[in-house]
């Protein structure tokens, strides 16, 4: 890996607009965000514009010019000197919104909070290595259009499931759209590192 804070574009992926992770670690919080709208509707998002991994570049401006990062210019000592925060890892997240359900979850994707003592609540570290287990509801009839899998649109609720040789996999509204997307086979059509990593994980999901 390269050195913290010049982590390049292969190194990292983008777990929402404007938030990168390390590779390891954007996994694992994906399934994390997903399983919480799965099991409990709930929408976790890390803070903008600095919550994920922090450039060198963006780690000088946040002292330089800390209003732009929603900190008090006076508590800028707060803050750990350039280049010693582990977001220059990718490793790092500040949760803002599920901060609640990742406590009580996020052990489970190898998330725990590490800045308790700094007064940091929504700071958590993800270890990039926690086996991550994907839940999908084994299909007891298999048909013959099963090789690879497909959208399923569910009459009843219009819930959007991946349909396998092996398992069914509910997917979120960002998932849908992607996977509409990459059945169009369109060659026009370009996918980042982030977007292909997904199809893959979805492919591998369901076709066990």
Known sequence: MSAPGYLTPAELTTVQPGVELANAVARNFLAMRDA?????????????PAGGYRSHALDVDMHTHPQKYNINPALTSGLYPVGVSKHALGTEVDIVAGLAWVIKNGARFGFTRTEVAKGDLNHFHGDGTTVVAVTATPITEQREDDDMPHIMIEDK??????????????????????WSRWEKHDPKDRFNTAQMDRIIVLQSTVNK
């Not at 919480?36 to 903008?48: G, R």
């Not at 996999?169 to 998932?175: A, G, S």
């Open 157 to 178: 609720t219009n819930s959007q499931w991946l349909v396998g040789t092996n398992a069914r996999y509910h997917l979120t509204p960002d998932d849908a759209a992607l």
């Open 36 to 48: 919480a709208a799965e099991e409990d509707h709930v929408n976790v998002t890390i803070a903008l």
